[in-house]
């Protein structure tokens, strides 16, 4: 048990669709971040919250629209995808931006259809 | 921003001790080194963080040498379990700490 809670675990979505990402942390954590990972790719850093503000975003293009209302939930706003986005979708968290071990969740696994 | 360089893959047997090294030579001055280990459909699990010399904890050991432009995680006695991809990580607080993972070494630990 990590600590970091992710729903769907998984989402079959069409590209006219909109859908969102949810991401839940109990452990009192300030920073928040989403990684994409796809298939036979590393992880790629896609935003980072820090004390509820957007501090990073790695060129991300804006059909993905992050959201953060408080330090314990973080969303990830999907529309109008496309089948090249299609991957798993990982939430992290750790106490502060910078050294501190980062807690990731189990992931949203995303096809687009 | 330092990059990273690790084996693609590694293959072991139970039992064994595992090093998996990964090049750093740009490492800057304040950046520190880690490492994480990811299963097939999970998120990366944090496993360990050095800066120099010798860091070891229940899990495993990281060597690190004096110009520190490489470091060697050491995974003692390998069971099946120990399958999986691992990353290493090499970053700092000044600036940001920017978290970039590789490609990672992928490793397999057979009977």
């Known amino acids: 048990e990590t600590g970091v809670t992710q729903t769907p675990r998984h989402l079959v979505m069409g590209m006219t669709n909109k859908k969102s990402l949810k991401c839940e942390q109990h452990?009192?954590?300030?920073?928040m971040y989403w990684y994409k990972q796809s298939a036979k790719k590393p992880l790629e850093l896609m935003f980072v919250?820090?004390?509820?503000?957007?501090?990073e975003n790695n060129s991300v293009p804006s059909r993905f629209s992050p959201e953060c209302p408080n330090s314990s939930h973080l969303f990830l706003h999907l529309h109008t995808l496309q089948p090249e986005d299609s991957a798993l979708y990982l939430c992290?968290?750790?106490?502060?931006?910078?050294?501190?071990?980062?807690?990731f969740g189990p992931g949203t696994r995303l096809t687009v259809t | 921003l330092a990059k990273t360089t690790q084996p693609i893959s590694m293959d072991s047997y139970e039992g064994q001790e595992v090093n998996i090294t990964c090049s750093h030579n740009n490492i800057a001055t304040n950046d520190y080194i880690t490492w994480y280990q990811q299963f097939p459909s999970q998120g990366p699990r944090f496993i360990i963080q050095g800066y120099k010399t010798k860091v070891t904890n229940e899990v495993a050991s990281l060597f690190i040498p004096a110009d520190r432009k490489s470091s060697t995680l050491s995974l003692p006695r390998v069971s099946l379990s120990d399958t999986a991809v691992y990353y290493c990580?090499?970053?700092?607080?000044?600036?940001?700490?920017?978290?970039?993972f590789g490609a990672g070494t992928r490793l397999f630990v057979k009977a």
């Open positions: 992290a968290s750790s106490l502060d931006r910078g050294l501190y071990e980062q807690y």
């Open positions: 919250y820090s004390l509820e503000e957007r501090v």
């Open positions: 452990l009192g954590h300030n920073a």
């Open positions: 990580l090499v970053g700092g607080n000044t600036g940001g700490f920017k978290t970039i």
